[in-house]
């Protein structure tokens, strides 16, 4: 439907104090998660190898082992997305209305309603880490699992049964990081560098990386992550994280992605025929990942 005067009776005639409706959005929490670059492609693809094993001991005048099994092992799909909205205003409203700096018929809102769907569609990688998404490829597991493959193995990225938010929990979780390994089954220098919690566990969060001493315990003992640099990124709260109860650590890996195919633009057009004014804003852009080594997370559903 076209806003036209019915939708802005109150702004035809003198008398308003001031028109209300938009507020201070919250900050920016995807560039938190995700790296970011750009495209030109419809599709970008990144590739996972496998490199050299471990050395194996040499016999005096026995042959070289040979490791001949590097190469391709994994490919990730990144595929772009069309976002747009748009609306219509008639002559005769933009005409009327007495109070158009308050109310902009160019300016109605559309770039805070890209932003905000920007920090809900990367907040779905997260949403979803636990759920297979077969057009992404790559190992064919979820984001977040326990059998990540790997050539003679696996790593987990993953707790084997969900925990919800505590010390002991983070520092499995650390400590799972740790024994992350490359294609070839190497230890690779993997770190946890921030944790990453819905609103519900903002002070469960806070007390357990900003206490000085061992948090709910009556014990002198030290916080230890605070005392090993165990986060040294801190916790960031993410708005649009669905479960109250999911959290994630992201590592030192870099893997989650944000790629910018077409930047946010703006189009305004008067129709010919009706001389509505016609507003539309388009944004193209991808939220994913190519290496699951980048974030740790667990489900707990209560």
């Known amino acids: 439907m076209t806003i036209n005067l019915a939708s802005i009776k109150d702004q035809l005639f003198p008398g308003l104090r001031g028109i209300e409706g938009r507020y201070q959005q919250i900050p920016t929490q995807w560039s938190k998660v995700f790296d970011a670059g750009t495209s030109k492609m419809a599709v970008e693809r990144t590739l996972e190898n496998r490199y050299m094993g471990l050395a194996v001991i040499k016999n005096e005048g026995g042959a070289t082992s040979f490791d001949n099994a590097a190469g391709e092992r994994f490919v990730y799909n990144q595929e772009h997305i069309e976002l747009g909205l748009g609306y219509a205003i008639t002559r005769k409203a933009i005409d009327d ?6 109310f902009n018929p160019q300016n109605l809102g559309l ?9 809900i569609v990367g907040m779905t990688v997260l949403n979803t880490a636990n759920v297979l998404n077969v057009n992404v490829g790559g190992d064919q597991q979820p984001l977040c699992s326990t059998v990540h493959p790997i050539d003679g193995a696996t790593y987990a990225n993953r707790p084997t049964v969900e925990v919800d938010l505590s010390e002991t929990a983070i520092y499995n979780g650390l400590m799972q990081i740790r024994q992350f390994r490359d294609q070839a089954n190497l230890k690779v220098f993997a770190r946890g560098r921030r944790l990453l919690v819905p609103l519900q566990l903002e002070y469960v969060a806070a007390r357990l990386t900003k206490t000085e001493l061992r948090p709910g315990t009556s014990d002198n ?3 230890a992550l605070i005392a ?6 801190g916790y960031e ?6 479960s109250p109860y999911a959290w994630f650590i992201k590592t030192s890996i870099r893997g989650l992605l944000f790629l910018q195919r077409l930047p946010f633009e703006t ?3 008067v129709d010919f025929v009706s001389q509505n004014l016609l507003c539309t804003g388009y944004e193209r852009y991808s939220f994913g990942w190519y290496n699951p080594r980048a974030i740790w997370g667990t489900f707990p559903t209560a």
């Open 237 to 242: 709260i993410l708005d649009f994280l669905t």
């Open 228 to 233: 090993t640099g165990g986060l040294p990124d």
């Open 111 to 119: 770039t805070e309603a890209f932003k905000q769907t920007k920090e």
């Open 97 to 102: 209305n007495l109070y158009k700096e308050q």
């Open 267 to 269: 189009d305004l057009q």
């Open 221 to 223: 003992d030290v916080n």
